[in-house]
T-cell receptor
């Protein structure tokens, strides 16, 4: 079965510091991968998606970037964090099957101070 | 552009009763998919149920059913026999017909189930 790992689980960073969040997937190959951000009390906003190694599509212009160096690895980065980058970051993978639904990792809670 | 609207910020229901969570959507695509996810306080997103735009019957998964009214562009989630463990945020989401399966989410509804 497919499993998504995300780390770290929680992170507190000062404004202006860099960021690297990692997502790895097990149990599938060549998955479609997604990064979402959830602000406090809000819905999920799609940030990036990737259909293969080195292929990144950005949905929202922002302070963040994404990379996919390996088939089952998806990284979210920033060179300089802003206060508005605080939130809950979720990595997702499309589960190939009847519904092709997305299933999600456990998330990273980021607080920028 | 696609849009999902969940007008109920919060809902209360007593244990063992049924509850309906509203979701309306807007799209110009004739083909689309509708999803409901549950997010407990732990933060994980749990897939509950799926409805395809061409499905003739309303989707059902255990205690979850989807009241799909295509002409009204609504896809309400019905939870029967509520349990305390159903207390969570519930999100409605839409997928366009493209092959990348990106999802557009609503803002969610917080459901609280009381004993």
């Amino acid at each position: 079965s497919q499993t998504i790992h995300q780390w770290p689980a929680t992170l507190v960073q000062p404004v202006g510091s860099p960021l690297s969040l990692e997502c790895t997937v097990e149990g599938t190959s060549n998955p479609n991968l997604y990064w979402y951000r959830q602000a406090a009390g809000r819905g999920l906003q799609l940030l990036f998606y990737s259909v293969g190694i080195g292929q990144i599509s950005s949905e929202v212009p922002q302070n963040l970037s994404a990379s996919r160096p390996q088939d089952r690895q998806f990284i979210l980065s920033s060179k300089k964090l802003l206060l508005s980058d605080s939130g809950f970051y979720l990595c997702a993978c499309m589960r190939a099957g009847h519904y092709n639904e997305q299933f999600f990792g456990p998330g990273t809670r980021l607080t920028v101070l | 552009a696609q849009k999902i609207t969940q007008t109920q910020p919060g809902m209360f229901v007593q244990e063992k009763e049924a509850v309906t969570l509203d979701c309306t959507y807007d799209t110009s695509d004739p083909s689309y998919g509708l999803f409901w996810y549950k997010q407990p306080s732990s933060g994980e997103m749990i897939f509950l149920i799926y409805q395809g735009s061409y499905d003739q019957q309303n989707a059902t998964e255990g205690r979850y059913s989807l009241n799909f009214q295509k002409a009204r562009k609504s896809a309400n989630l019905v939870i029967s026999a509520s349990q305390l463990g159903d207390s969570a945020m519930y999100f409605c989401a839409m997928r366009p017909p493209s092959g990348y399966s990106t999802l557009t989410f609503g803002k969610g509804t917080m459901l609280l189930v009381s004993p």
